[in-house]
């Protein structure tokens, strides 16, 4: 038994790149017996068919920049003890503010 021909309008599968799956799609565009353009059914953007194909996963060149940095870097000493963080001057503020009532007027809490 034959397949049935790909009609437009009818449900097929494909990648879409906005959901990042592979969904069902409508067809909306055909050149003789071969499907086009489809649109997804659940976000329903248009895009050229796939044939439901994922595409090919891109490598991060972050990756090899970040191995090169660390080889660049010197182990710290047995004994040393990491240097302390600074406090965020944004972070001190709202410490300030959080425990003495100042919302950044400066004229301090209103008295009864």
Request: aromatic share 4%; proline share 8%.
């Amino acid at each position: 038994m034959e397949p049935r021909r790909v009609r437009l309008g009818d449900v097929i599968d494909d990648y879409c790149a906005r959901c990042r799956l592979i969904m069902n799609h409508g067809v909306v565009g055909m050149v003789g017996d071969e499907v086009k353009k489809v649109r997804c059914n659940t976000c329903l953007s248009e895009h050229l068919f796939r044939r439901g194909e994922l595409p090919a996963r891109r490598k991060k060149e972050t990756s090899k920049l970040f191995d090169e940095v660390l080889k660049g870097l010197q182990k710290p000493e047995e004994g040393a003890s990491p240097p302390p963080k600074p406090e965020q001057a944004q972070r001190r503020l709202y410490t300030i503010q959080r425990t003495t009532g100042l919302k950044g007027s400066g004229k301090g809490p209103k008295k009864p």
